[in-house]
């Protein structure tokens, strides 16, 4: 549900933007379903889930330290 829901926020955003943009709530709505997903994976012990969703949350988790740390400086994310 996470996942699907990050979409949603992502087209809003889009809508009251008046152009493309990723929020930061998308990232922590797609690092949630990774790690969902994630811990499924390991519950049923599948290594292809395992690894796909570890790189997943790594890639999700820089994206939200870059946008925070770029948070002064023109970024093209929304902070909502």
Sequence with gaps: L???VRFLVQFMSGVRGGRGVIPIVF???SMGGGLMTLVYG???REPV???GQS???IIYI???MLIVKN???A???LDR
């Design 42 to 44: 390991i519950a049923k």
């Design 49 to 51: 889930i395992i690894i």
């Design 71 to 73: 948070r002064g400086s």
């Design 27 to 29: 990232w922590f709505f």
């Design 2 to 4: 996470l996942v699907y």
């Design 75 to 77: 970024s093209k994310t």
């Design 62 to 64: 820089r994206n939200i």
């Design 55 to 57: 790189l997943a949350t």
